[in-house]
């Protein structure tokens, strides 16, 4: 079955500090990997994606195939970081539909 | 602006009540979909559509039902709503065949407590 771990709930950091969010996948073909935020009292919304490889508020992910991973990350952390993240895997079989981890929050403190 | 909306945002509701759950877009999208928020179990679908009259089940489809009879709208309902229903109910959609720039749009959620 195609699955997306997060292996973190939480995650704190220190402005400033680098942060890192695993995301790990189980699919073995070619899949499509997402990174959405949401802040505080906001809707869902995508981050990143990995075919586009770009960077996002400062945020980069590659994709790792042979390590099934997509982890997100920052160099220097900012306070309006501080969010919930998901994982997100589409494409599976062709599917439109989106698989999600369940998510780590972070929280940048000042 | 094309949008997602919700309605209604927050809704209180008695066991065994049928409860109608309200997503609207105006993006002219075929994908739409259903999801649930829980704590420790992130996102998880309910169902989901990709156009009029095709409806499909997802992970925790059980007591829900949805149907599509255009594409603007995809009412989610509970049957017969129970405390194990209480959750934040996001409604999301995309645009069909867009591969890889599969992005999904979502609602603003409706939080839902079954007491």
């Known amino acids: 079955a195609q699955r997306v771990t997060q292996p973190e709930k939480l995650l704190s950091v220190f402005k400033g500090a680098p942060v890192e969010l695993k995301c790990n996948y189980s699919?073995?073909?070619?899949?499509?990997l997402f990174w959405y935020v949401q802040y505080s009292r906001q809707r869902l919304q995508l981050l990143l994606r990995h075919i586009s490889r770009e960077s996002i508020k400062g945020f980069t992910a590659d994709l790792n195939k042979g390590e099934t991973s997509f982890h997100l990350k920052k160099p220097f952390a900012q306070e309006e970081d501080s969010a919930m993240y998901y994982c997100a895997l589409s494409g599976v079989g062709g599917s439109e539909k989106l698989v999600f981890g369940k998510g780590t929050k972070l929280t940048v403190n000042p | 602006d094309a949008e997602i909306t919700q309605s209604p945002r927050h809704k209180i509701t008695e066991t065994g009540r049928q409860v109608t759950l309200a997503c609207h877009q105006t993006?002219?999208?075929?994908?739409m979909f259903w999801y649930r928020q829980d704590l420790g179990h992130g996102l998880r679908l309910i169902h989901y559509s990709y156009g009029v009259q095709d409806t499909n089940k997802g992970e925790v489809s059980d007591g829900y039902s949805v149907s599509r009879s255009n594409t603007e709208d995809l009412p989610l309902t509970l049957e017969s709503a129970a405390s194990s229903q209480t959750s934040v109910y996001f409604c999301a959609s995309s645009e069909y065949g867009a591969g890889w720039d599969n992005e999904q749009f979502f609602g603003p959620g409706t939080r839902l407590t079954v007491l």
């Open positions: 993006w002219n999208h075929n994908n």
């Open positions: 699919y073995s073909g070619s899949p499509e």
